[in-house]
């Protein structure tokens, strides 16, 4: 099974996304599979007569900006894993001047604070300005509260008051014990809107453990894309774990710490870890597609992970993912991003300098924006690696969410295509 992706970029916002879904992704209903597919299978692309006609009503073309990576140049493009945690988001708040929330919920559990897994509306930092419905939680949140090891004899019990309020069905939040070496094991979840006071008991014949709360969120559907409304995923608070032996005794009610507190006690709030980015680039690359062959700089997504490609010489296959069964969150999911593209402006060269003005009269009369790209795919099903275009807008400074149609591509045909993607809507 070969899980293998090359990408030559044209004129482009930003480029692939390289992924990893899992199984439980690809039946989201949010995400949409599509097989991608060559000129050689649309015979009007390759007839000159009939691709005529598909451009007859063509205005003038500006290319905005070309990107070749020559020679193993990234030209001011940067990579970015999706799985990196943009900053830690379980900390102590008071909730001052949030109005209880959007649903009445951002107020101490108990006492003056309480702990809080979101973050507020802010419209000068570049991560937040763009939220939809802040307060609350974003995409691709993994996010941890968890204690010190400790010792312990006989049943540990944990009771806390939690409220929860994450999207049903896809965003959880875990609370877990380490049954050693990081093997974490859940008695608990919680998704949708629960207000609960809670105890657990916790059997294991360890001498020592660890216990956590934890969050994950998957790419879409939170406060930041603005699909659901919520008032955080966590709100915790009189927190007590105690064993049967009297070797810990712990009540916490974060009254004693400073707001924004991310260590309380034995409590510590952690970002999850990071995935890693696999993405590079290549030239010479030796390939299957009996049509043609592209020995210029591409961008390869597996590079350098812990599985030699048997197929393509000095290439990886992806990494699975690391959850159960190689097909379980978390995944890679690996961006390379072009720099800031000015719609206002093309380049004379085709290149990637963008050295001139399109003439204000012809800025209101083009019929739209294309991102044009050359991929090769050894991308079949069973291996549930995609790939994805997204564009942002950026105005005033702020960025956008990523969009895109919900697609996710394939294709197992081992060859180069071109590819035309209208992002004009986004």
């Avoid at 897994?117 to 937040?128: E, F, H, K, Q, W």
């Avoid at 941890?144 to 009771?159: E, K, Y």
């Avoid at 875990?174 to 974490?184: K, P, R, S």
């Avoid at 995935?275 to 290549?282: I, N, V």
Wanted: proline share 4%; with cysteine.
């Amino acid at each position: 099974m070969k899980k293998w992706l090359a990408v030559a970029l044209c004129v482009c916002f930003v480029a692939s996304l390289a992924s990893v879904v899992s199984a439980r992704e690809t039946a989201n209903p949010r995400v949409r599979m599509n097989r991608a597919v060559s000129e050689n299978e649309f015979p009007e692309l390759k007839d000159p007569g009939l691709r005529g006609y598909y451009e007859a009503s063509a205005v003038d073309t500006y290319y905005l900006v070309w990107y070749t990576f020559e020679s193993n140049n990234w030209q001011g493009w940067s990579r970015l894993d999706r799985t990196s945690q943009i900053d830690t988001f379980f900390h102590v708040d008071d909730f001052n001047a949030l109005g209880g929330g959007n649903y009445g919920r951002l107020v101490p559990i108990s006492g003056a604070k309480s702990m809080w897994c979101g973050v507020r509306a802010n419209s000068a930092d570049p991560y937040l300005c763009g939220w939809l419905t802040a307060p609350g939680y974003g995409d691709n949140w993994v996010q941890d509260l968890q204690t010190n090891s400790f010792s312990f004899a006989g049943v540990i019990t944990l009771s806390y008051h939690g409220i929860f309020d994450s999207e049903v069905g896809y965003d959880y939040t875990y609370v877990q014990y380490d049954a050693g070496g990081g093997n974490w094991q859940t008695f608990a979840t919680y998704d949708n809107v629960v207000d609960t006071v809670a105890t657990d008991y916790i059997t294991t014949t360890q001498a020592k453990t660890k216990l956590r709360f934890h969050f994950v969120a998957d790419g879409g559907f939170s406060d930041e894309d603005g699909n659901w409304n919520s008032d955080g995923a966590a709100i915790l608070d009189d927190i007590v774990v105690r064993d049967g032996g009297g070797l810990i005794n712990n009540t916490e009610t974060f009254e004693t710490a400073r707001v924004n507190a991310t260590d309380v006690g034995i409590w510590h709030a952690r970002p999850g870890p990071a995935y890693g980015t696999y993405s590079g680039l290549k030239n010479n690359l030796m390939d299957k597609d009996p049509c043609g062959d592209n020995f210029g700089t591409q961008v390869v997504f597996f590079i350098g992970s812990p599985n030699p490609s048997s197929s393509y010489p000095g290439l990886y296959d992806t990494p699975f993912c690391q959850g159960a069964g190689g097909t379980s969150a978390p995944c890679q999911n690996d961006y390379i991003v072009s720099p800031v593209i000015d719609m206002t402006r093309y380049s004379t060269a085709k290149n990637s300098t963008q050295d001139a003005n399109i003439p204000a009269g012809d800025l209101s009369l083009l019929g739209g924006t294309l991102m044009e790209y050359t991929v090769y795919r050894d991308l079949a099903v069973p291996s549930l690696v995609f790939y994805e275009e997204y564009v942002r807008n950026i105005v005033n400074g702020c960025p956008g969410p990523w969009l895109n149609d919900a697609w996710v591509w394939y294709g197992e045909n081992q060859d180069y295509i071109y590819s035309a993607y209208d992002v004009s809507h986004l």
